[in-house]
C-alpha cells in the first residue's frame, strides 16, 4: 500500500470514533455481511462514519492491508480494527460492542 492511500485511510479513521468501511452506505448497503455489521452499530445506539469502497478501488485494497484483514466490512473504533460483520455480531450478541460504542463516546 502506498504512503497516500494509507494517510487517506487514516484520515477517514479521524472522522468519527466509530468508522466503517463497507460496501454500499449505512443507508444501503450492497452486500449482506455489511447491513449485518451496520444492523449491529445502529442496534447499539453508535454514531459512526463510514466509506464505501466500491466507490474507490485504492482503498478498497488498501484496507485489506491497512491492518492486514483481508475482508469487508472492516469495523474501527477509536482507529482500533475490531474486526468484520461475524465478530461485530458476536460482540453484539454478547452485550460487549454496547459497551465499547459507549466507552468510544466518552460517556
Not at 49 to 76: C, K, M, W
Amino acid at each position: 500500500m502506498n504512503e497516500i492511500v494509507k494517510k487517506r485511510i487514516d484520515e477517514m479513521l479521524e472522522q468519527s470514533p466509530v468508522f466503517v468501511f463497507m460496501k454500499g452506505t449505512p443507508e444501503f448497503p450492497m452486500c449482506g455481511f455489511s447491513a449485518r455489521a451496520v444492523g449491529a452499530l445502529k442496534a447499539s445506539n453508535a454514531r459512526f462514519s463510514s466509506f464505501n469502497v466500491l466507490d474507490d478501488d485504492e482503498i478498497r485494497e488498501g484496507v485489506r492491508h491497512y491492518a492486514n484483514f483481508p475482508t469487508i466490512p472492516q469495523i474501527y473504533i477509536k482507529k482500533q480494527l475490531v474486526g468484520g460483520s461475524d465478530i461485530v455480531m458476536e460482540l453484539y450478541e454478547s452485550g460487549e460492542l454496547q459497551k465499547m460504542v459507549k466507552d468510544s463516546a466518552g460517556n
